[in-house]
T-cell receptor, first 116, second 114 residues
Framework: AQTVTQSQPEMSVQEAETVTLSCTYD???????LFWYKQPPSRQMILVIR??????QNATENRFSVNFQKAAKSFSLKISDSQLGDAAMYFC?????????????FGKGITLSVRP | DAGVIQSPRHEVTEMGQEVTLRCKPI?????LFWYRQTMMRGLELLIY????????DSGMPEDRFSAKMPNASFSTLKIQPSEPRDSAVYFC????????????FGPGTRLTVT
């Protein structure tokens, strides 16, 4: 079974600075997808960024980028130029690309605070 | 698109009462998921459907919980009888099971059982 680990429960960053959130996963599969979701205080789960395992290039969405290290099974999220609105809980998630299995496995999440 | 719609947004009920949560997935999506989120246990997958068929209900905690998806545009999660430990935020999400299959979440239903 796949597992997703987010070992840091909380992090803090100064506004306008850069922060990296860590995520590791365990799988025996070679083809899969990885995601980062954001959950602000409104509790709405918002998809931030996605990565296909077969792509070597790291995904980027504006100020958000990932560092995908397939051999190390690591998938960290970098937030550049942090803004107050980035304060939220962030979840890393894994999905197998095999067959019709559409289930996501989530990590326990990390709470990010942004200092003005 | 309106996104995933859940109702009610808040529900307060007494122990022993029946609770029904409702979800309308994004039009065209063929997978639907029910999650429960609590401080203690985090985000838990309860059950998911592909093409209206339940695929994995191993996360449903007890027989008190049941879920149905009578058609592609509607699903319910029922708790009968409800207990205080069922208090949580319940999310519904939908996706296309092809390609990336990223899930889109509804706003959640905050359930409080007194």
């Amino acid at each position: 079974a796949q597992t997703v680990t987010q070992s840091q429960p909380e992090m803090s960053v100064q506004e306008a600075e850069t922060v990296t959130l860590s995520c590791t996963y365990d799988t025996s599969e070679s083809d899969y997808y990885l995601f980062w979701y954001k959950q602000p205080p409104s509790r709405q789960m918002i998809l931030v960024i996605r990565q296909e395992a077969y792509k070597q290039q790291n995904a980027t969405e504006n100020r958000f980028s990932v560092n995908f290290q397939k051999a190390a099974k690591s998938f960290s999220l970098k937030i550049s130029d942090s803004q107050l609105g980035d304060a939220a809980m962030y979840f890393c998630a894994y999905r197998s690309a095999k067959g019709a299995n559409s289930k996501l496995t989530f990590g326990k999440g990390i709470t990010l605070s942004v200092r003005p | 698109d309106a996104g995933v719609i859940q109702s009610p947004r808040h529900e307060v009920t007494e122990m022993g009462q029946e609770v029904t949560l409702r979800c309308k997935p994004i039009s065209g999506h063929n997978s639907l998921f029910w999650y429960r989120q609590t401080m203690m246990r985090g985000l838990e997958l309860l059950i998911y459907f592909n093409n209206n068929v339940p695929i994995d209900d191993s996360g449903m905690p007890e027989d008190r919980f049941s879920a149905k998806m009578p058609n592609a545009s509607f699903s319910t999660l029922k708790i009968q009888p409800s207990e205080p430990r069922d208090s949580a935020v319940y999310f519904c999400a939908s996706s296309l099971w092809t390609n990336l299959g990223e899930q889109y979440f509804g706003p959640g239903t905050r359930l409080t059982v007194t």
